[in-house]
């Protein structure tokens, strides 16, 4: 589940970061600019219901053999961690 020179605490925080950026990337590129630094609510909300997505994953998961729980671990990360969106100009 971790890599091997991982421990799940920093398994868990690289996870955190990855999702920091994809949501100040996500928001921005939807709001504009900005608007994940001025919106700090919004940004908690979507880290929030990242966590929640991956702590569902990980419980479904651990039903699975090893094999079959590889697959689904790449597919999540695929899915999940997209790059993000370019920001799109405002209109006016």
């Known amino acids: 589940m971790f890599p091997s020179d991982d ?5 868990a ?8 950026e994809a949501g100040i990337a996500k928001l921005d590129a939807l709001f504009g600019a900005g608007y994940a630094k001025a919106n700090p609510a919004a940004l908690a909300a979507y880290l929030a219901a990242c966590a929640s997505n991956l702590n569902a994953f990980m419980l479904a998961a651990t039903s699975l ?8 671990l790449a597919a999540f990360e695929e899915q999940i961690l ?11």
């Open 13 to 20: 925080i690289s996870y955190t970061d990855q999702f920091l």
């Open 82 to 92: 997209q790059p993000a969106p370019k920001p799109k100009g405002r209109r006016r």
């Open 65 to 72: 053999d090893d094999g079959a729980f590889d697959e689904a």
């Open 7 to 11: 421990d799940a605490g920093t398994t």
